[in-house]
């Protein structure tokens, strides 16, 4: 069933803020986007976002909160690598967002880590102030070390996988929100799905490259056929969903089943939600989501400011309420696909070309247009 498009489409409020705590990384990652690719104005912030920067945004954060009666939201800590930032910021940070919340509004703390600075200090006050800790991990490793390396060349799976074992011992379990995986399809599938398993991650996170029309990623042809990436996607997607007993979640997969059985996505990756995020940069900066910094520089920027400008401001940007249009911000090509209402043209920066801007697919259309066809035939066959 097609969608058909709604150009008056209602705004829904920020829920997810993303917080540049540190804006420097201590791995030198072949493939990130803050470092490697277009947008290289992470050299002009500050290293850390200042204590002036954290109330202001704490301020912004409970005014949205309580113009909206949000029933939750979620702030991310990240970076760049957001323990380097240190605990005492990061207690600060915490705190002050507690503290300005007063509203029945539920606050949910995260930070995303490469796990080489998780120490004692680190799980004691993330504990204190119930942060959940993800983890990034692209497998065993030579698997991750091709890519995820320090600036000398050195691998960082030895301390990334030291951090997922103290995050699975039983005192600090209930901080482990999970692992985040940069797809390679030059790794074995089945082997990066079972080490991943092996740290029994309450869920698993896929992350295809970035890249664009002009810049297409790793192995990826420059039309719209399909590529390993289908093929990749596949293999794992069969090994959980044939999985004979408890397996972690995996999120981009139990968004896509949601999606096939009319439910709702919960991955800007796939379907047609609404992008709830804002992202605050250590100078306070309000940006539309990362991954735009691999289309130009300044791609993602959008002028505002939180000593100025509200999330509610925010949301009227012109790129903010593109990535909350649904289908009608989709290319004519993605409107007319029997599959929109699962793919949702995916990531928005992968549909960007420098000719017709996002007016286009996304670069990976045919490997999620293989992916999609093939759960869906799984659930069929599955259902009465």
């Given at each position: 069933m097609?969608?058909?498009?709604?150009?008056?489409?209602?705004?829904?409020p920020?829920r997810?803020?993303?917080?540049?705590?540190?804006?420097r990384?201590?791995?030198?990652?072949d493939?990130?986007?803050?470092?490697?690719?277009?947008?290289?104005?992470w050299?002009?912030?500050?290293?850390v976002?200042?204590?002036?920067?954290?109330?202001?945004t704490?301020a912004?954060?409970?005014?949205?909160?309580?113009?909206h009666d949000?029933?939750?939201?979620?702030?991310?800590?990240?970076g760049?690598?957001?323990?380097?930032?240190?605990?005492q910021?990061?207690?600060?940070?915490?705190?002050?967002v507690?503290?300005a919340?007063?509203?029945?509004?539920?606050?949910?703390?995260?930070?995303?880590t490469?796990?080489?600075?998780?120490?004692?200090?680190?799980?004691?006050?993330?504990?204190?102030?119930?942060?959940?800790?993800?983890?990034?991990?692209d497998?065993?490793?030579?698997a991750?070390?091709?890519?995820?390396?320090?600036?000398?060349?050195?691998?960082?799976?030895?301390?990334?996988?030291?951090?997922?074992?103290?995050?699975?011992?039983?005192?600090?379990r209930?901080?482990?929100?999970?692992?985040?995986?940069?797809?390679?399809v030059n790794?074995?599938?089945a082997?990066?799905?079972s080490?991943l398993?092996s740290?029994?991650?309450?869920?698993?996170?896929f992350?295809l490259?970035?890249?664009?029309?002009?810049?297409?990623?790793?192995?990826?042809p420059?039309?719209?056929?399909?590529?390993a990436?289908?093929?990749?996607?596949?293999?794992?997607?069969?090994l959980?969903y044939?999985?004979a007993?408890?397996?972690?979640?995996?999120?981009?997969?139990?968004?896509?089943?949601?999606?096939?059985?009319?439910?709702?996505?919960?991955?800007?990756a796939?379907?047609?939600?609404?992008?709830?995020l804002v992202t605050v940069?250590t100078?306070?900066?309000?940006?539309?989501g990362d991954?735009?910094?691999?289309?130009a520089?300044g791609?993602?920027?959008?002028?505002?400011?939180?000593?100025?400008?509200?999330?509610?401001?925010?949301?009227?940007?012109?790129?903010?309420?593109?990535r909350?249009?649904?289908?009608?911000?989709?290319?004519?090509?993605c409107?007319?696909?029997?599959?929109?209402?699962?793919?949702?043209?995916?990531l928005?920066?992968?549909?960007?070309?420098?000719?017709?801007?996002f007016?286009n697919?996304?670069?990976?259309?045919?490997?999620?247009?293989?992916?999609?066809?093939?759960?869906?035939?799984?659930?069929?066959?599955?259902?009465?």
């Amino acid at each position: 069933m097609r969608a058909t498009p709604d150009p008056f489409r209602s705004l829904v409020p920020v829920r997810q803020i993303l917080l540049k705590v540190h804006s420097r990384c201590n791995l030198a990652c072949d493939y990130c986007y803050v470092y490697q690719h277009a947008d290289q104005s992470w050299r002009d912030r500050p290293r850390v976002m200042s204590r002036r920067t954290i109330d202001l945004t704490a301020a912004r954060i409970a005014e949205h909160a309580g113009k909206h009666d949000l029933p939750f939201l979620t702030v991310i800590l990240h970076g760049g690598e957001p323990l380097l930032a240190g605990p005492q910021t990061i207690d600060y940070l915490a705190r002050a967002v507690r503290a300005a919340v007063t509203s029945h509004t539920k606050v949910t703390l995260g930070v995303q880590t490469n796990g080489l600075l998780l120490d004692d200090a680190y799980l004691e006050l993330f504990a204190a102030h119930r942060i959940q800790v993800g983890v990034s991990l692209d497998g065993p490793p030579a698997a991750n070390d091709r890519h995820r390396r320090h600036a000398g060349g050195r691998g960082s799976h030895a301390g990334a996988a030291r951090a997922l074992r103290r995050l699975n011992e039983a005192r600090h379990r209930p901080l482990f929100g999970g692992i985040l995986c940069t797809v390679d399809v030059n790794n074995d599938p089945a082997q990066v799905f079972s080490h991943l398993l092996s740290f029994n991650p309450p869920e698993i996170d896929f992350l295809l490259p970035h890249g664009t029309w002009d810049s297409p990623p790793p192995g990826r042809p420059a039309d719209l056929s399909r590529s390993a990436y289908a093929d990749w996607l596949i293999t794992v997607f069969d090994l959980w969903y044939d999985a004979a007993g408890p397996v972690s979640r995996v999120r981009l997969f139990e968004s896509l089943v949601s999606l096939l059985l009319g439910g709702p996505g919960g991955s800007e990756a796939l379907g047609l939600g609404q992008v709830d995020l804002v992202t605050v940069e250590t100078d306070g900066s309000l940006e539309q989501g990362d991954m735009l910094k691999i289309v130009a520089h300044g791609a993602a920027a959008t002028g505002l400011h939180v000593r100025w400008h509200s999330f509610d401001q925010y949301l009227e940007h012109p790129g903010a309420r593109a990535r909350q249009a649904g289908v009608s911000g989709l290319s004519s090509k993605c409107q007319e696909c029997p599959l929109v209402e699962a793919c949702g043209g995916g990531l928005y920066a992968h549909r960007f070309g420098r000719d017709r801007q996002f007016d286009n697919p996304s670069v990976y259309c045919a490997d999620l247009a293989a992916l999609i066809e093939h759960a869906a035939r799984r659930l069929a066959a599955d259902l009465p």
